[in-house]
């Protein structure tokens, strides 16, 4: 079945250690974002990609960095996390008729 | 920028009962989509309804644009069914997400 994966589904990480995030799709979408949430709150837009096209949303940190090496596979960065940064991180994708399909989402612990 | 509102915020139902959630929203969007969000976190899509009405099952969608609000119907719940509902609106090419229904099945 076509999908969005997220690995690892569970990551912890120790405060200011920088942590890698992976997103992959087999939907062949041309747009993949990626969305903060944290608890009992909706989804926070951070950035998206276009094709290779980068747009970062005006409020998402410095500290937050994304890679697209090509359709398939989405990164996101955290360079330095701290305390406020532990979410549910959660990427989707969207194709041609812009409706947006999520992964089951990573969720990061912060020690 | 776009409000979307969800109402109610909270509910609980006995299993077997029907419920409606309403999204309201301020300005013409392109698109709506209802989601789910399971207990284990994940989004799952229900419904993609900018106008209309669809069903699914026990679940159906009403969004009637023109006057800026979406319905989503829940019939027979279950106790799979609890989790929360966001309706989201695309607006200025990205999804704008209401708060949510906290929804409680009861057996």
């Known amino acids: 079945d076509a999908m969005v994966i997220q690995n690892p589904r569970y990551q912890v990480t120790q405060f200011g250690k920088p942590v890698t995030l992976s997103c992959s799709q087999t939907?062949?979408?041309?747009?993949m974002y990626w969305y903060q949430q944290k608890s009992s709150q909706a989804p926070k837009l951070l950035f998206h990609y276009y094709d290779k096209d980068f747009n970062n949303e005006a409020d998402t940190p410095d500290n937050f960095q994304s890679r697209r090496p090509n359709t398939s596979f989405c990164f996101l960065d955290i360079r330095s996390p701290g305390l406020g940064d532990a979410a549910m991180y959660l990427c989707?994708?969207?194709?041609?008729?812009?409706?947006?399909?999520f992964g089951p989402g990573t969720r990061l612990t912060v020690l | 920028g776009i409000q979307v509102e969800q109402s109610p915020p909270d509910l609980i139902l006995q299993e077997g009962a029907n419920s409606t959630l309403r999204c309201n929203f301020s300005?013409?969007?392109?698109?709506l989509q209802w989601f789910h969000q399971n207990p284990w976190g994940q989004l799952i899509n229900l419904f993609y309804i900018p106008s209309g009405t669809k069903q699914n099952g026990r679940l159906s969608a009403t969004t009637v644009a023109t006057e800026r609000y979406s319905l989503l119907y829940i019939s027979s719940s279950q106790t799979t069914d609890s989790g929360v509902y966001f309706c989201a609106v695309e607006y200025g090419n990205k999804l704008v997400f209401g708060a949510g229904t906290i929804l409680r099945v009861k057996s």
């Open positions: 939907l062949n979408h041309n747009v």
């Open positions: 989707a994708t969207s194709g041609e008729r812009d409706e947006q399909f």
């Open positions: 300005d013409s969007v392109n698109n």
